[in-house]
């Protein structure tokens, strides 16, 4: 059939007629049908997205993520709810692949329109999702420690950054066991960006850096490593090994004759998951910094570790601080909505104004198991309080020295030259502000 | 380590030494992963993907043999080999022996198979590590001098000397090793001859399945059991039969060499850097002989 300019006019009228009009049929007002949906209304459940991996290379840690996340809702949902509606997190499997947390991220914020995301734990899944996340202008909870050196409108961490992490574990081991030091890590860039921040508290403690070594994420080799170390007799290791690696790091230091009396490692992610699969002989005697442990002595956090490990979800046995961090940022982003909701209206909260009415929240020690935190003014991520624990031989840490004041959080602390972190954007020292860097 | 020694630290003859003899033991790891791959690829020609995984079987066997029935670490050594062979045994019934004149199928077949034990680990055990019990004396090390290797790699080593030896008389002491010799070379002939092909492809896929199932069991005193472990020796594995050419003597010449040879650069410089150079340094050789060390003569598939 040939297409004669006219006719083809006229379809693609009725075509276009027909897509504009398409949306109608499953919504009732123009709005609503053009993206101005209400984030949250009266009456219908508070949706919340959570994307970590359940399967594949990051299932490990993530699926403690979710688990946790699924606790601290339900317990919301329990005492009433976020002003008084509950909440439905929507559990999303991201595969340990970037491209699915991207696709699934558009997913959730467009067709779920859930409110707010609980997403990643890694970096690189992080600055995957990222970009998807600012250009929708929504909001995301990233519980997990990091490296910083990021200043978004639309993130919200609840986890130690760099400067937080090692900044009493440097000069507490160089007072406690010598100056001399020997550097491991991962090799990808969460390790990289901690021991460079290391260095800065290690030569502001006197001590010595004797050598730096990165292996492959995964790998469970660590003969040509400890032959170094064994050649430069460091008085201890500091180590940013993480995962699958981490626990081979240690089982193969103990069997290669070093022991931890004579060179403890000081570790920033070696917690209970890590020492219970290495075996407690492996761990004990080596030191971790972390702001919880699930050995911590108050009343908040027994209930929390007894009601966690009793509920259905604390089928893994055990509460570490990457779960924990994420049980609070629940309660920072309930705390956040109830802010917003207070201010504007609950009908008229977005996923920006939670974010912004977020500065300054905070979580008390009855509900925080690691003792009270909130939420910084200007680059939203956590003040809170590193504490050292020394692995003891029964597998459980015993806190050997705990930070008297909370620690500012510093994103950019090594990089004092490209600006400070505001809650408008990263403010150069020329007075330049750059909003959404990552 | 200062600026200017970023690829060649200071040398001394005892750390190089040190060095060597670690080289040995990676050897002796990267052999007895590739072992089972060698076996099935050489006699069956078949591309095993799932090899990585047979690996992680053997591994949460142990695991399970140790913590359900408490048998100590040594014995769940033996017994893992049984365990994953019969799970080979069952692999080739109902999937392999269906495809070994389509390598590319089996190769995408196996690759399902890979992905398939995998989640079905993570389903029964949880995606946790887990922990395997070594007795005391595996904990520590031995020193000879300035040489100090760890008693759990020279188990290690022991142990892969002794199955290529027990290997290489089952291959050309036996009269099943003559038969796999005679089906590898000419298939139809060998069945002429009254050798029943069907059979010899089946023991020797459980074998093969059943040594990455030993190796799984004692490297699980190293390594960290996780359902997602055998991706970390499938590479090894891949490189050791590859530049080997198939062959049981191809594998073991190859292993020393690449092992040895990671050890080397990992020394002088780090261990990131090392494999990049191993990598290359494989890429140019295979580019210069694509068949392998020791390529048997058989007639390709």
């Not at chain 1, 970037?98 to 690189?124: D, G, K, M, P």
């Not at chain 1, 660590?222 to 790091?249: E, H, M, W």
């Amino acid at each position: 059939m040939a297409i004669d300019r006219r006719k083809f006019i006229k379809n693609a009228a009725l075509g276009s007629a027909a897509a504009l009009g398409a949306p109608y049929a499953f919504t009732r007002t123009i709005g609503q049908a053009w993206g101005q949906q209400r984030w949250v209304s009266n009456g219908a459940p508070i949706k919340v997205g959570v994307l970590f991996s359940l399967t594949g290379d990051l299932a490990v840690p993530e699926e403690d993520s979710t688990l946790v996340l699924q606790y601290a809702f339900d317990e919301i949902n329990a005492n009433g709810g976020i002003a008084g509606l509950p909440v439905e997190p929507v559990i999303v499997d991201a595969r340990s692949d970037f491209n699915v947390y991207t696709e699934r991220t558009r997913e959730l914020i467009l067709r779920e329109r859930v409110v707010a995301l609980f997403a990643c734990y890694t970096s690189a899944s992080r600055k995957a999702i990222l970009p998807t996340v600012m250009a929708q202008n929504h909001l995301l909870y990233y519980p997990t420690c990091y490296e910083g050196a990021e200043c978004t409108q639309n993130t919200i961490c609840t986890g130690p950054l760099a400067n937080q992490h090692s900044k009493d574990l440097i000069p507490f081991m160089v007072q406690q066991f010598g100056p001399r030091v020997f550097f491991v890590g991962s090799d990808y860039v969460w390790p990289k960006e901690s021991n460079k921040n290391a260095k800065v508290w290690l030569e502001a403690a006197g001590g010595e850096l004797l050598g730096e070594e990165y292996v492959p994420l995964g790998s469970s080799e660590f003969g040509p490593v400890l032959n170094k170390i064994r050649d430069a007799q460091p008085d201890f290791i500091f180590s940013t090994v993480v995962g699958a690696s981490d626990i081979a790091f240690h089982r193969q230091f103990r069997q290669s004759g070093f022991s931890a009396e004579a060179m403890p490692i000081a570790s920033l992610t070696t917690g209970e998951i890590e020492t219970r699969a290495m075996g407690n002989e492996f761990g004990a005697g080596h030191f971790l910094s972390a702001p919880y442990f699930q050995g911590l002595d108050n009343p908040t956090n027994q209930r929390f570790v007894e009601g966690f490990l009793s509920s259905p979800y604390g089928k893994n046995g055990v509460t570490h601080y990457n779960m924990e961090e994420t049980y609070l940022s629940a309660y920072v982003f309930k705390y956040g909505l109830e802010a917003a909701a207070a201010a504007i209206g609950l009908e008229e909260v977005t996923p920006r104004a939670i974010r912004d009415h977020s500065a300054g929240i905070r979580v008390e020690d009855d509900i925080s198991p690691e003792g009270l935190i909130w939420i910084d003014e200007n680059n939203f991520n956590t003040w809170l309080k590193p504490k050292i624990g020394q692995c003891q031989g029964d597998g459980t840490f015993t806190i050997v020295q705990a930070s008297e004041e909370h620690v500012a959080p510093d994103p950019y602390s090594i990089y004092p030259e490209l600006g400070v972190c505001t809650t408008n954007g990263l403010v150069a020292p020329d007075g330049r502000v750059r909003t959404n860097v990552i | 380590m200062a600026a200017g020694s970023l690829f060649l630290t200071q040398f001394n003859w005892s750390a190089f030494i040190n060095a060597l003899v670690l080289g040995l033991s990676i050897a002796s790891i990267w052999l007895i992963a590739a072992l089972g791959l060698t076996i099935i690829y050489g006699a069956a020609g078949v591309i095993n993907m799932a090899h990585g995984e047979l690996i992680m079987l053997g591994a949460y066997s142990t695991y399970t043999l140790q913590t359900s029935f408490g048998i100590p670490f040594l014995l769940c050594i033996p017994l893992s080999f049984l365990i994953v062979g019969a799970i080979g045994l069952l692999l080739e019934r109902v999937l392999i022996r269906y495809l070994y004149k389509r390598p590319l199928d089996t190769m995408l077949a196996t690759f399902g198979v890979s992905l398939v034990l995998i989640q079905g680990t993570r389903i029964i055990f949880g995606s946790s590590p887990k922990y395997v019990d070594v007795p005391e004396f595996l904990s520590g090390s031995l020193e000879i001098g300035f040489v100090n290797i760890a008693t759990v790699r020279i188990l290690i080593f022991v142990v892969t000397v002794a199955v290529c030896v027990a290997l290489w008389f089952l291959f050309f002491r036996s009269r099943f090793g003559i038969q796999v010799r005679a089906v590898t070379q000419e298939k139809e002939m060998a069945a002429s001859f009254g050798v029943n092909s069907g059979r010899v492809y089946m023991m020797t896929f459980a074998l093969g399945a059943g040594l990455a199932g030993l190796a799984g069991a004692i490297l699980c005193a190293m390594a960290t059991v996780l359902p997602t472990m055998g991706g970390n020796y499938l590479v090894p594995s891949f490189l050791v039969v590859v530049v080997g050419g198939g062959a049981l003597a191809g594998s073991v010449a190859a292993g020393v060499g690449t092992g040895e040879l990671q050890s080397i650069f990992a020394y002088f410089t780090n261990d990131t850097f090392a494999r990049f150079v191993l990598f290359i340094l494989i890429v140019v050789f295979l580019r210069l002989r694509p068949q392998g060390l020791f390529a048997p003569s058989a007639k390709r598939r």
